[in-house]
């Protein structure tokens, strides 16, 4: 396990297309969210950081399955104050969080289906000097990213809902990119008929 790693789950959002809820929402007979947690716990990370916003039972989703897994003590529950912002305010929140790290895997509460396999080769290319790394399938970049602490300044300074896409947008080579044919990095749940 990579102790200087932190993950991240942005959690903290109304879910406003979905009608509200989306997060806890059933998924394959559990909440939602569970299944950005299960990939959060299974990477190499000291840490879990579960960004909270605009619905209350959220947390208490994360503390249930961080109870049945035996991870309580790697959770950390934070509140992004400003979430109606959008996952920028969730990600400024989230890193503040992660305080003195290497790197962050930034993973998205509504991607549940997340390979569980590639969060060490992600995690190895910072390791190897990769500014940011992520997974690419069918020609699109997917989730989780792995952010490396020199990003974590221009990252704090990002603004409305689209996270650190335009940060990593501009890396350039400096962005790894790992390909795979599994499309649950790309795969999220917007719309109740999805879940």
């Not at 305080?99 to 060490?120: E, K, N, Q, S, T």
């Not at 910072?126 to 974590?152: E, M, T, Y």
């Not at 300044?153 to 990593?168: M, Y």
Request: glycine share 12%; charged share 25%; net charge negative.
């Amino acid at each position: 396990m990579r102790r200087s790693f932190e993950a991240i789950v942005l959690a903290a959002g109304s879910g406003s297309r979905f009608g509200g809820g989306k997060l806890v929402s059933d998924f394959g007979g559990a909440p939602l969210i569970e299944g950005a947690l299960a990939a959060a716990f299974a990477a190499p990370a000291r840490c879990v950081t579960v960004v909270l916003g605009a619905d209350d039972r959220v947390e208490e989703a994360a503390l249930a399955f961080a109870r049945r897994w035996g991870e309580s003590r790697r959770l950390t529950l934070v509140y992004a104050p400003d979430h109606a912002e959008g996952m920028s305010a969730s990600l400024r929140a989230g890193l503040q969080a992660a305080g003195d790290c290497r790197a962050a895997f930034v993973f998205l509460g509504d991607m549940p289906r997340i390979p569980h396999d590639l969060l060490d080769p992600l995690a190895e290319a910072v390791d190897q000097g990769a500014l940011a790394a992520a997974p690419i399938c069918n020609g699109r970049r997917g989730h989780p990213a792995v952010l490396s602490a020199g990003l974590f300044d221009e990252l704090r300074g990002v603004s409305g809902d689209q996270g650190a896409r335009a940060v990593l947008d501009a890396l350039g080579d400096r962005l790894t990119l790992l390909p795979t044919e599994d499309e649950g990095v790309l795969f999220d749940v917007d719309l109740p008929h999805q879940a």
